[in-house]
Each structure stands twice: as C-alpha cells, then as structure tokens.
C-alpha cells in the first residue's frame, strides 16, 4: 500500500503545495488504520495535526485529499461529490490490503462523506467533527441556481490559513454539498458503525442543532455526542479550537476502547 498514484494524481490537477497533498503515516504492526477525510474548501492540512497524534499513540494514519482541493476554486466548481466519494473509497480500500479494523475521522463535509462511505461498506468506528445536515447560510439551499448568478462566494481571508483553504468558495461546490445531503436523506438509519461526534456552540459555518439531529438519526448501537462550548469554532482539528487537544485524546481513546471491545 502506497499513495505514489495519488500524489501523483494530486500533482496532475495542480496541487503544488506539499502540505496540501494526500498523506501516510505508518505506524507499527497492528491491524488498525484510520482513514482522515478533509472538509470542504480544505485539504488533507487540516487533519495532518490530529493524525500526528494518533500516531503518536501507535495508528497509521491516512489522509486522502478530495478533488478540486489544495488546486484552484474553479477546479472545485466542476467536481461532483461522486468524485469526492470515490477518492475516499480508494482510501478505504488501500488501507483494507493491510489492516483489518479501519476507523475513519471527518470534518465538516467529510463527515457526510464517510456516512457515504458507511452505507457501503465496513468500517469499525466513526468519529465525525462539525456534522451537519444544514448549512447556516441563509442562501444555501438556493446554490443550484445560484450558481449561475454568482459563482463564487467570497470569505474573508485568514493569513495563516490561505495556503490551505479557499477564500474563493465555489457556489456549484454548496450545491454539491446539497445533492449529498439529499443522497443521505433517510439513509442515516442504515449507518451502525459505533459514532463519536462533535459540534461546537461557536460554529459560525453549519446549523449545530442539525448536526445532533443527524447524529440522532443514526442507526448505531454505540454512539457519543459532545456539544462543546461557544468559544469552540468550526473546524476541530486546529489550533484555533481552544479544545483541540480534548478532541484528539477523546478520538484516540474512542477509538481504542474499540478495539479493546473488538
């Protein structure tokens, strides 16, 4: 197992920041993975933190990097959410030639990715940061014919952070979001893989109430879900949530107690 052929898909499409390409961290010999999978807009930069701690703590971890990511917004605005589902399969079924348990951790839109990814096929554990199953902006639900009138919504730039999101945001990508969303309308049920998730109170990006409303949905047997305060924005996975290390030692220990049960 190897991810020479995605990185050198990543470089065909124009990927050429490294920290914005697909990654493998291994660790020793165990049968467990953890497949990461980035949000919208993002890249597999927004996971690699949590994935040095998870392996740390003795996991191989991979990260894949969902089309139209870490390239330019306007390669974004021609992907499909098929596409990015593929890619996280791929992911899935690399690691599968090498380890039996294989967990995997979403933020944001990757949450709803993996849900996807649940429905066909197996996955011992899921840990999902900022579910949803509604975003907060009030036009949302209009992109696919917003699309058309304006293509692109502009996000106010962060200077450590523009390297690795778009601030030029894809309106046909929304719409993506919302054929996805639609595709995992009455389908939660079927997902019972054992569920951690998290919503912060400060997310300015997603409707939280949702995000519990998705988890509630669940057909899982075993699920958590913690609602962390309003200080907490919505991407888990870096420096600027004040919680991020409670995020990662929760996910860690999730994860571990699986397998000790397994």
């Not at 914005?20 to 996971?47: D, I, K, Q, Y």
């Not at 079924?93 to 066909?120: Q, W």
């Not at 030029?168 to 595709?183: A, D, E, M, T, W």
Request: a negative charge; one cysteine or more; proline letters at 5%.
């Amino acid at each position: 197992m190897d991810l020479s052929n995605e990185i050198e898909r990543a470089h065909r499409e124009g990927v050429s920041l490294p920290e914005n390409l697909p990654f493998l961290m291994r660790a020793g010999r165990t049968n467990t993975a953890v497949l990461l999978v980035h949000g919208f807009t993002a890249s597999p930069w927004e996971m690699r933190m949590l994935a040095e701690h998870l392996h740390q703590s003795g996991l191989t971890c991979m990260a894949v990097r969902l089309p139209g990511h870490g390239t330019t917004p306007e390669d974004l605005a021609t992907r499909r959410w098929e596409e990015w589902l593929e890619t996280v399969e791929r992911g899935y079924l690399a690691l599968t030639e090498e380890y039996k348990n294989i967990y995997a951790i979403g933020m944001s839109t990757g949450c709803l990715l993996l849900l996807a990814l649940a429905l066909r096929q197996k996955l011992s554990g899921l840990v999902l940061c900022s579910p949803y199953l509604a975003i907060q902006h009030r036009h949302a639900r209009h992109a696919w014919w917003l699309r058309f009138l304006r293509p692109f919504h502009i996000k106010q730039p962060h200077q450590s952070t523009n390297l690795y999101y778009y601030t030029k945001r894809p309106v046909s990508g929304v719409h993506q979001i919302n054929r996805l969303l639609k595709f995992l309308e009455g389908r939660l049920q079927e997902v019972t893989s054992p569920v951690l998730a998290f919503n912060g109170e400060g997310d300015e990006t997603v409707s939280i109430d949702s995000g519990r409303d998705l988890y509630e949905a669940l057909g899982s047997q075993l699920k958590i879900y913690i609602r962390l305060g309003p200080e907490t924005p919505h991407i888990l996975t870096r420096e600027e949530n004040p919680h991020y290390q409670a995020v990662f030692e929760l996910s860690e220990n999730f994860i571990k107690e699986l397998e000790q049960l397994a």
